[in-house]
């Protein structure tokens, strides 16, 4: 009779954590309303109903973490009454059985039983967070029966794989604290559970974020990588004068040296691919990542089909992606798929050079540092002369498992070609 309500698939995403309930349990709701929103290493994300029904029960609580599939909660068909659920709820297993196991259906690990007499229900109280147990890993039965006989989840001692907790571990951190000292043995003082790591006096613990453990562990993995960069002097003279052009009116530079990065990469496909260790993924078309500075941390969206673009569309699509990155309204399926990436840390101030860690399993980043004024031999004639013109040293990231020099410097040459002819 009862479903359970687990975290969707979404793209890449493998973690979530509960950012809030937005129907109650035993509240009915229709299908596309939204039952709970989860925040993903990405963005935040609107749980949609497939279909009616009513929320029998949340076994999640806000601010709980999961990886996709796991259950966060359980619900009926439409119409079914407080009671019906409840009676459901016996059914399945979720009080304490009389025998000697106790088990939660919500669970696939058994415990020992403990005497029963004058407990709670194990339906009626809300499995305490994860982070109870200090960082350590516990089951979702071992904090569910910490909330029933009020065990410090922090001082149980884990005997599982990794010193996970186990619900036999509560228990036994239950029964201890119960048993009466010998009376021939004075009662041993407690043992004093390790402190965390202090920090200064005017110094603040700020958790990270999912997203930005995540960025986290993507550098660590973009760390291991070879990576070499190559750098390259475009001047921008002629970019900058066909802005003022008719045809280059509400182009942005980032989106007239985008548009010239895709048809660079039409012509240079080794760049525009995906490393696997037992092959390369070359992509037909060009699924353009675009680095965004947003106030979480750092977002790739990506502009699909780049090459389909003009100059102006591909300014325009640049323009709606940041925007909505900055404001936390990025869909999943706008961050995903992305097979070359263009990181523009020159936006935000005078950056001399923008060597960057690749985004993997992309095989090579283009950074752009900022727009400079710098002395260039320019022909006057049939000599040279020395002009102050507006440069760009862009910076060509590459896995070097994937491609060597040649291919970047070839493609850098193009992209120099491109834009210093517009």
């Known amino acids: 009779m009862l479903k359970d309500l687990c975290i969707p698939r ?32 990405k963005t935040s994300v609107e749980v949609e109903a497939s279909e009616a029904g009513v929320l029998a029960r949340q076994t999640a609580s806000e601010g709980e973490e999961f990886k996709v599939g796991d259950k966060v909660g359980l619900w009926a068909a439409p119409g079914t009454t407080p009671t019906a659920i409840a009676k459901a709820m016996g059914d399945t297993g979720s009080s304490p059985a009389p025998a000697k196991e106790y088990a939660v259906a919500s669970s696939t690990e058994t415990v020992a039983a403990a005497p029963t007499s004058g407990t709670i229900a194990a339906t009626d109280v809300r499995p305490l967070p994860r982070s109870a147990a200090g960082g350590r890993k516990v089951s979702p039965l071992a904090r569910r029966l910490a909330a029933q006989f009020g065990v410090d989840l922090a001082a149980v001692n884990g005997t599982g794989l990794g010193g996970k907790i186990g619900g036999n571990d509560v228990l036994a951190a239950r029964d201890a604290a119960q048993a009466p000292a010998p009376l021939s043995v004075p009662a041993a003082a407690p043992q004093p559970v390790a402190a965390p790591t202090p920090v200064a006096h005017d110094g603040e613990l700020v958790p990270h974020s999912m997203r930005r453990r995540t960025i986290a562990q993507r550098m660590t993995v973009a760390a291991s990588i070879p990576t070499l960069t190559a750098d390259m002097e475009i001047d921008l003279g002629a970019l900058m004068a066909f802005r003022k052009s008719p045809q280059g009116a509400d182009t942005s530079v980032l989106g007239l040296i985008a548009h010239a990065a895709t ?16 092959a390369m993924v070359s992509f037909r078309s060009v699924h353009l990542g675009i680095a965004v500075d947003a106030p979480d941390g750092l977002v790739v969206p990506v502009v699909r089909n780049a090459e389909r673009l003009s100059p102006r569309g591909m300014t325009e699509a640049i323009g709606g992606l940041a925007a909505r990155a900055r404001d936390g309204q990025l869909r999943l399926e706008e961050m995903d798929g992305g097979s070359f990436t263009i990181s523009n840390p020159g936006s935000l101030g005078p950056v001399i050079r923008a060597e960057a860690l690749l985004n993997p399993p992309q095989v090579a980043l283009l950074g ?35 491609l060597d020099g040649g291919p970047v410097i070839r493609f850098l040459n193009t992209l120099k070609a491109r834009i210093e002819s517009l």
């Open 368 to 402: 752009l540092p900022g727009i400079v004024r710098a002395p260039v031999a320019v022909k006057h004639g049939d000599d040279w002369a020395m002009a102050v013109r507006p440069v760009i040293r862009a910076s060509l990231s590459f896995d070097h498992r994937a």
């Open 263 to 278: 048809s660079a990469l039409l012509e240079h496909p080794r760049l525009n691919a995906h490393w696997r260790d037992d």
């Open 10 to 41: 979404m793209g890449s995403v493998e973690n979530a954590r509960l950012l809030g309930w937005r129907v109650a349990e035993g509240e009915s709701f229709e299908a596309g309303q939204i039952l709970y929103e989860v925040e993903t290493d």
